[in-house]
């Protein structure tokens, strides 16, 4: 039966319809999460703020050369006025969230320097580690699942128990013994600071374990899950491998957990570089937050704390993305 002009028109512009209710839907979601990202984003540098103006000390004294040093009380009250520490608590607050705004996180109080430059100079080492040890892992995860869920009684509980394991090891004792083994006795990584792929090895294994642990974990339930829907009997059916049906059907719909965990996994191992660069006496953030701390560097431990709480929000917002591509049932929700 031919098909009328006019019904042609009608499904044309049902289409069109269709297609801009989705894109209209798609920009008031990216819309909405922007939103939550700003509002995130101030919360974190005012509860940062309040926190570095809560910590013992003076500043004024830091900035005069730190704990060690004895400035008389006439250079410490200039200090004070010229950086306006002995303003009341909300104008401080009010000038910290103005340069804020105009992107001006201020000078460190012991190295003399801006706060941006110092954070631009350490933070592709950092970036680097954390997403070498979200690749890492999530390549251990895969194989661990693909190797071991759903095969023999005994092939899969040493897979799940590897997973219960790594997942459960602490990231400061895990770098110490990996640093033991693999660099002090057989010699084969630099024992600290190493560059190019040597010195990134052991840093991103001991990040990279315990999280594969965790996706490992939610993989596989979802993994067995999955094995047993009907699509996967009929690949099975038309004869296509073992193999060839795990990795063609059904691991696209069994890592959408795992993707939700990354996530949240991204800024934790963002976060968690500290503890790692400090073991292995590797550049990046986390030694300049720990010095920063330390010598109460209070404008370079509000820009750090801020970067990772950025890193957090945009890896959510990453991950919405990622979903979207590996789930279009996602998509016209």
């Known amino acids: 039966m031919a098909v009328l002009p006019a019904t042609i028109d009608r499904h044309a512009e049902a289409s069109l319809g269709l297609g801009f209710a989705q894109r209209h839907h798609a920009l008031a979601r990216l819309a909405s999460?922007?939103?939550?990202?700003?509002?995130?984003?101030?919360a974190v540098a005012t509860l940062t703020f309040l926190a570095a103006h809560l910590?013992?000390?003076?500043?004024?004294?830091?900035?005069?050369?730190?704990?060690?040093?004895?400035?008389?009380?006439?250079?410490?009250?200039?200090?004070?006025?010229?950086?306006?520490?002995?303003?009341?608590?909300?104008?401080q607050y009010l000038t910290f969230m103005g340069h804020l705004l105009r992107g001006n996180l201020g000078t460190s109080y012991v190295l003399k320097e801006n706060v941006t430059t110092i954070i631009t100079q350490q933070m592709g080492a950092t970036f680097l580690l954390t997403v070498s040890a979200l690749v890492l892992s999530w390549v251990l995860a895969l194989l661990a699942t693909l190797a071991s869920a759903r095969r023999?009684?005994?092939?899969?509980?040493?897979?799940?128990?590897?997973?219960?394991?790594?997942?459960?090891?602490?990231?400061?004792?895990?770098?110490?013994?990996?640093?033991?083994?693999?660099?002090?006795?057989l010699r084969w990584f630099p024992v600290e600071g190493g560059t190019g792929i040597q010195g990134l090895v052991l840093p991103a294994l001991t990040l990279a374990l315990p999280l594969a642990g965790f996706i490992g974990q939610v993989t596989r339930d979802e993994f067995s899950s999955v094995l047993e829907q009907p699509f996967v009997l009929s690949a099975r059916a038309r004869g296509m491998s073992d193999t060839g049906v795990r990795v063609r059907h059904v691991l696209r719909h069994s890592i959408l957990p795992g993707i939700t965990l990354s996530g949240w996994a991204l800024g934790s191992l963002f976060s968690t570089a500290v503890i790692v660069e400090a073991v292995f006496a590797r550049q990046g953030l986390g030694q300049v937050l720990v010095n920063a701390v330390s010598q109460q560097d209070i404008p370079v431990v509000i820009g750090v704390t801020l970067l990772v709480a950025l890193v957090y929000v945009v890896a959510n917002l990453l991950v919405d993305v990622v979903f979207l591509i590996a789930d279009p049932r996602i998509r016209h929700a």
């Open 33 to 42: 999460r922007l939103v939550g990202v700003l509002g995130v984003l101030f």
């Open 55 to 91: 910590m013992p000390g003076n500043p004024a004294v830091t900035i005069l050369g730190g704990a060690g040093s004895h400035p008389t009380p006439a250079e410490v009250a200039a200090i004070d006025h010229q950086y306006g520490f002995n303003r009341p608590l909300v104008a």
């Open 152 to 185: 023999s009684r005994i092939v899969s509980a040493i897979g799940s128990g590897f997973e219960i394991f790594v997942a459960g090891l602490p990231q400061y004792w895990l770098g110490i013994i990996l640093l033991v083994v693999f660099a002090f006795r």
